[in-house]
């Protein structure tokens, strides 16, 4: 039995609650869906799965149309990990027209790998309840899934519009513009995006990558130096800085960038890779250039660039070693 | 810098008549010294031999990089050529070679290691080498490096 000012859950025919000192009345037949389902509530509130999910079946039993503990009993399922009764408790639900349990019946189609299933259920909750952003936000990640860029960024769209200052929405547009080849397009969206959210690291990094394809070597630099300024030590901005100063001649300075990248994502094959470059081009440090090259063929060990510099900066060592 | 930087027209054979890698090689070096960037070329020739003796530059896969720096080159510069029919370069993986990449670079720089990185990643990211295979002219033939260049910078 659940108390009636704390709800708590407590053993049948306990007479106080052990927790606020309520008195706790027996339930008349006429309280029992209430009562079982504020017990259901509570348990799940408690993590509770399995008793919960018993808890909704009893309520199930009583009122089948319980369209609410329907989707309970569904959420419950993802929250365990079971999508297959998942999908089919919150499929039934939706049946209802209840917009959160299409929200929830589209998630778990998501995390089950039914993209085009997801985005008909988001689809349903969006248009049953607009308010419901997360189902559009739902919509455009399972097109994005399947691969649908006409689809992800209509859904998109239609978030911008709702949500005129959320910077999200103009950030994957951005993304989607540039997947389509539209670059200029993309580079408008994602200056929209860091026009709501200066701070919107991945915008600012991927406003540099678009300048870029563009040719606009200068622009990403900026759009680089200034993610840099806002998050120093941001490993992604050192590399590309220190791949966009290479190309322009500014080889130390590229250096300064890579030995930051590399430090920042040791883990990363191409830091490793592009330093090891560097320092022979640049300084002709053998020793050290195998030194990272080593490194980045012990995260990669089968590219076959690397392979192939390696054994090119072996023979040379091998050579100097000859001629000294 | 660009693959498509330092590869100049004038320096791409399609169709190249040769029998063999040293003439193969000699005939790339002789396109490079028509383009301005080899001061001696004999000289880079010697070079080039000389590190094809130490270790052959065929890569696999049908393809070749011979590379050398020599005092003799003027700029870092690539030669590009298309076999009329594939050459023995003793590569590593023993099949003839259909294309061939020459890179030289001044003496005491290392950009060539840029360079040969450079194509190495373009050959085994993207299509190129199945698309050179297919040019039918030099023009062709630097779109279709370009193409495959801006590829890199968006990835």
Same mark, same amino acid.
């Given at each position: ?10 053993p049948?025919?306990?007479r ?47 009122e ?8 309970? @009993? $569904?959420? /419950?399922?993802? #929250?365990? +990990? *079971?999508? %297959?009764? =998942? ?5 039934? &639900? ?5 917009p959160?349990?299409?929200?929830? @019946? $589209?998630? /778990?189609?998501? #995390?089950? +790998? *039914?993209? %085009?299933? =997801?985005?008909?259920?988001?689809r349903? &909750? ?11 936000? $739902?919509? /455009? ?14 859904a ?64 990403a ?76 063929l ?13 054994s ?8 100097a070693?000859?001629?000294? | ?102 890179i ?8 060539y ?18 698309k ?9 033939v ?14």
């Amino acid at each position: 039995m659940v108390c009636p000012s704390c709800h708590s859950v407590h053993p049948d025919g306990t007479r106080y609650c052990s927790h606020c000192g309520t008195y706790l009345e027996e339930p008349s037949p006429s309280s029992t869906l209430r009562e079982t389902w504020l017990q259901a509530l509570a348990l799940l509130h408690d993590g509770e799965l399995e008793k919960s999910s018993r808890r909704l079946r009893d309520v199930l039993a009583l009122e089948p149309s319980h369209a609410v503990a329907r989707t309970y @009993l $569904g959420l /419950a399922h993802l #929250a365990a +990990g *079971d999508l %297959a009764e =998942a999908s089919e408790e919150l499929r039934k &639900a939706s049946e209802s027209g209840l917009p959160l349990s299409c929200l929830f @019946l $589209g998630m /778990a189609r998501r #995390a089950s +790998g *039914d993209p %085009a299933g =997801a985005v008909a259920a988001f689809r349903r &909750a969006a248009a049953q309840a607009p308010p419901l952003r997360f189902a559009l936000h $739902g919509e /455009a990640g399972a097109g994005l899934d399947l691969d649908n860029l006409s689809a992800a960024a209509s859904a998109y769209e239609k978030l911008a519009e709702i949500d005129p200052e959320n910077a999200v929405p103009h950030f994957w547009l951005g993304v989607i513009h540039r997947r389509r080849g539209r670059l200029d397009d993309a580079e408008a969206s994602l200056e929209r995006a860091l026009g709501r959210d200066p701070d919107f690291n991945e915008a600012r990094l991927l406003i540099g990558e678009v300048r870029l394809a563009q040719g606009n070597g200068r622009g990403a630099q900026d759009a680089f130096e200034e993610l840099l300024a806002r998050t120093p030590g941001d490993g992604r901005a050192h590399y590309r800085l220190g791949m966009i100063l290479a190309e322009t001649g500014r080889g130390e300075e590229a250096i300064r960038h890579m030995e930051s990248a590399v430090v920042a994502r040791p883990e990363h094959f191409e830091p490793h890779f592009q330093l090891a470059l560097l320092y022979y081009s640049e300084r002709q440090d053998l020793e050290r250039a195998l030194g990272e090259l080593e490194t980045a063929l012990a995260i990669e060990p089968n590219d076959p660039a690397a392979n192939l510099i390696l054994s090119e900066l072996r023979f040379l060592g091998g050579r100097a070693g000859t001629q000294s | 810098m660009s693959l498509l930087e330092i590869l100049d027209e004038r320096c791409v054979a399609l169709d190249l008549d040769s029998s063999d890698k040293h003439e193969a090689i000699s005939k790339l070096l002789e396109m490079l010294a028509s383009a301005g960037a080899l001061s001696e070329k004999d000289d880079v020739l010697q070079a080039v031999l000389e590190r094809e003796r130490q270790m052959s530059t065929g890569i696999g896969g049908g393809v070749a990089i011979p590379h050398a720096q020599s005092k003799g080159v003027s700029r870092l510069a690539v030669a590009l050529a298309r076999p009329k029919t594939p050459i023995d370069f003793e590569a590593i993986d023993g099949k003839p070679v259909s294309l061939i990449f020459l890179i030289v670079g001044p003496e005491e720089r290392g950009g060539y290691v840029r360079i040969l990185a450079r194509i190495s990643r373009l050959l085994y990211t993207g299509d190129l080498q199945k698309k050179l295979l297919r040019a039918r002219t030099s023009d062709e033939v630097l779109r279709i490096i370009d193409a495959e260049e801006e590829k890199l910078k968006v990835t």
